[in-house]
C-alpha cells in the first residue's frame, strides 16, 4: 500500500488498529546504508503528516512502538526492516503539570518585577509587600488551585 510520510511516498504493509482514531501500524524494508539512514531521520520527527489514500487518512500523526533492524552490518546491500505505530496528534487538553510550570514560572517574574520596581520606586517597603503577599495568597489560594487544576 502507498503510505506517505511529509511528502516522501513508500510501499509499505498497513494494519488498520483503530480506524477512528486514525491508528495503523505500518510495517517496510529498506535497501542499503542510504535508505535505512533517510527512513530513520524521518521517523524521528515529533509531528508527520500522514496520507494513505487507499484508507482514505489524510492526518497529524506521531509515531510508537517504533523498531528498525537488519542483521551483521549495515552497508549498501543490507535489508533492514521498519516497524511502528502511528496515531492521530491531537490537539492537547490542558495539561495539569504543565500549567503549573507556566503559571509558576510567569507569576513569579511578573512579581519580582514588579514589587522590584516598586520597592526601588519608593511605594512601599519590602515588609509592606510580604504582609499584602500574605493577604492576598490566603484570600485566593481556592481561585488559584482551581485554575492550576483546570485551566480556568
Known sequence: MKVEINNVVFNASVDV??????NVKVEFQTIGSN??????GLLS?????????ELGLDFKAR????S?????????NTLAKFSFELFEEKEEEWNTLAGVG???????????????????KGYF????????LK??????????????????
Open 68 to 76: 528498525r533492524s537488519y542483521q551483521d552490518k549495515l552497508e549498501e
Open 102 to 120: 507556566i503559571t509558576a514560572m510567569k507569576n513569579w517574574t511578573r512579581t519580582r518585577a514588579i514589587s522590584e520596581l516598586l520597592i526601588e
Open 35 to 40: 535508505e535505512y539512514h533517510l527512513y530513520s
Open 45 to 53: 520527527s515529533n509531528s508527520l503528516n500522514v496520507v494513505i489514500d
Open 17 to 22: 488498529l483503530d480506524i477512528d482514531n486514525k
Open 135 to 152: 493577604e492576598v495568597t490566603s484570600r485566593d489560594s481556592e481561585e488559584m488551585l482551581r485554575y492550576i487544576k483546570t485551566g480556568k
Open 125 to 132: 517597603s519590602n515588609d509592606e509587600y510580604k504582609s499584602k
Open 63 to 66: 509515531v510508537r512502538n517504533y
